[in-house]
């Protein structure tokens, strides 16, 4: 069975482009009526997204899934791609964003730099409205350019400004890590994506939905070793043009003693993988993972990571070394890249 990251693109250069142009030059209304067949054109040619969304609406809705709950689940991810071109090319004034827990996180900000936990559940571009409600703050995205380069491409002709801050998670380790350290010191937001474990990285297993899933160590790794306060944040997709935005303050600056680091990183994610459960079982919809999220990533690889790999970092310190000590245990690079 293959894993996420050897899953093909949703669509080409000319679908995306299509997309972008329709909803560039005919507005969004027009462009959501064309969402309606290229969702039936998703479910007609992608059998396996189609039996994983079955899979995982059956076991979020507690319920078998219906054909309709099927395509209510791909044209909820359809209108959150569509919208992805008003949100990252204009302000956000066409949408209706309800947004909770804010006033922690601009606290937080003002006090210094953050970073910011999202995942495939929602919208994360729908972030621009914290963007847009304190401009004098510093977003800095973490994401791999190269998994999915027809839509980034296009995206990033629609913001240059927001392409200039993306941190490449593609680059190497050490220079990955030094320019997020270098972010935070500068009082940025680092914003990335912990929910998908990589194949051949290593991942801890943690109760979702009443089984394992594997989940990322790396980001937490890094937390631990920049000494940094973590916040989680989901853009759940509401219907029409209605969004909610929901920050939750996980954990003050996280320092973890050397020989307590894995015992603690791996409480660190049981604690994430439950507050990720709760907000998908309040938006079972948003969850855009098409692939068996509890299916083991090393299996897949055909390797186990040792469990004991992030022990051969050195002690945390927000410092190169340190940065260049958790690259060589082979954790950060491959973690923080995303779909």
């Keep these: 069975m293959s894993h996420w990251k050897q899953r093909p693109e949703g669509g080409g250069w000319f679908a995306i482009w299509l997309i972008r142009s329709i909803g560039r030059y005919g507005g969004r209304g027009v462009a959501r009526s064309l969402l309606y067949p290229i969702t039936l054109y998703f479910l007609a040619r992608r059998g396996v997204e189609r039996r994983q969304s079955r899979a995982w609406l059956a076991c979020a809705l507690g319920r078998p899934a219906t054909l309709w709950d099927v395509t209510r689940h791909v044209h909820t991810f359809a209108s959150t791609i569509l919208d992805r071109v008003f949100l990252l090319s204009e302000n956000t004034r066409r949408f209706d964003v ?10 937080q900000l003002d006090r210094g730099g953050a970073l910011l936990f999202g995942s495939h559940l929602g919208s994360f571009d729908v972030l621009r409205v914290l963007a847009q409600q304190r401009p004098e703050y510093r977003i800095r995205v973490v994401l791999d350019k190269q998994h999915n380069v027809a839509m980034q491409s296009l995206l990033d002709a629609l913001n240059p400004e927001l392409a200039r801050n993306i941190i490449d998670a593609g680059q190497d380790g050490p220079a990955l890590m030094l320019e997020i350290q270098q972010a935070v010191q500068a009082g940025a937001l680092v914003a990335l ?42 853009g759940l997709y509401r219907g029409g043009n209605r969004y909610e935005l929901v920050f939750e303050s996980f954990t003050e600056a996280v320092d973890i003693p050397r020989a307590q680091r894995r015992t603690m990183v791996e409480a660190l994610i049981r604690r994430y993988a ?4 709760h907000f998908a079982r309040l938006a079972p919809y948003n969850w855009f993972n098409f692939y068996d999220f509890w299916q083991d990533p090393h299996e897949v690889h055909g390797t186990h990571a040792a469990p004991d790999a992030v022990a051969v970092a050195p002690a945390p310190a927000a410092t190169a070394a340190g940065a260049a000590g958790v690259v060589a245990a082979g954790e950060s690079a491959a973690a923080l890249r995303r779909a």
């Design 98 to 107: 309800a947004v909770r827990g804010v006033d922690a996180l601009h606290a």
């Design 193 to 234: 994506l912990v929910d998908r474990a990589q194949p051949g990285g290593h991942s801890v297993a943690a109760p979702f939905f009443g089984r394992d899933a594997h989940f990322p160590s790396a980001p937490w790794l890094i937390a631990a070793l920049l000494k940094v306060p973590v916040t989680l944040g989901f």
């Design 274 to 277: 439950q507050r990720l459960e």
